[in-house]
């Protein structure tokens, strides 16, 4: 039996996820940006809340973890690294672990680069990917604690995975997202279809998440830093695929 997975908007711009396990009941809640959205889209549902599966250590994806640990009693998975300060954690979970939700299994990635701690769970059998603030709908996330070559290798992991698997990513970003990527791959069809496909899902205030990954490789300049027409681009012809990244990243930091 396939997964339900809820969206939903926490905070100003994250996306809250909830995916349950019809078979048991059981449901966990990628991340936890704040509690009430989350309580309140479980009430809805008439579900319980029995995990929390953290991606890093940044307060807007943990700073409702204690709040629904109280109310609910639910198990906290967080990633490996003790070093950073996430509180409540049950169960830490390091590279190629299965966490098990139910009967829902989640493979834990290793995708450092945003945060050194950031991991993202593949739940296979329901082709989707959580990728939280490592790879966006037309973008990635900011380097803050890792390298840029960390950080594409990252994205790699995440671009290996099949072409109908769904991207839910940690921000609605897409839009501004697409503004920058035009400037650096402006005669890119897909991507001009995706820009489009963005303007009417924002017009209507309809969330740009889920998205396929073989809609994002074909649209998404940072996952084609190894691309020849991308470096060409950026006048970086035979320029390995980290420097060009790293381009990428620091123009988008700059727009």
């Not at 100003?12 to 990628?30: E, K, Q, V």
């Not at 945003?114 to 769970?121: A, P, R, V």
Request: with cysteine.
């Amino acid at each position: 039996m396939a997964a339900d997975i809820r969206v939903f908007t926490c905070l100003s711009d994250n996306f809250g996820y909830l995916i349950h396990d019809p078979a048991t009941g059981a449901t966990a809640s990628i991340d936890a940006p704040e509690a009430g959205p989350i309580a309140r889209q479980l009430d809805a549902a008439g579900w319980t809340l029995t995990d929390i599966l953290i991606t890093h250590h940044h307060h807007d994806h943990v700073g409702g973890v204690a709040e629904l640990k109280q109310r609910y009693g639910c198990r906290v998975v967080a990633p490996y690294d003790k070093a950073t300060a996430i509180a409540n954690v049950d169960l830490r979970v390091a590279h190629g672990d299965v966490v098990k939700i139910g009967e829902l299994l989640a493979r834990v990635l290793e995708t450092p680069g945003h945060t050194l701690d950031h991991i993202s769970y593949v739940f296979d059998a329901d082709k989707a990917v959580f990728a939280a603030d490592t790879l966006f709908s037309i973008g990635c996330g900011r380097v803050f604690e890792g390298t840029y070559p960390m950080m594409w290798d990252s994205l790699l992991k995440l671009r290996a995975l099949p072409d109908d698997f769904r991207l839910y990513c940690g921000h609605e970003y897409t839009a501004s997202n697409v503004k920058f990527a035009l400037t650096v791959d402006p005669d890119n069809e897909a991507l001009k279809a995706r820009a489009d496909e963005v303007t009417r899902l924002r017009s209507a205030n309809q969330p740009t998440i889920p998205t396929l990954l073989g809609a994002e490789k074909m649209a998404n300049v940072f996952l084609r830093a190894d691309d020849p027409a991308v470096a060409a681009r950026l006048r970086m012809k035979g320029a390995n695929a980290e420097d060009v990244f790293g381009e990428l990243r620091e123009r988008k930091n700059k727009s």
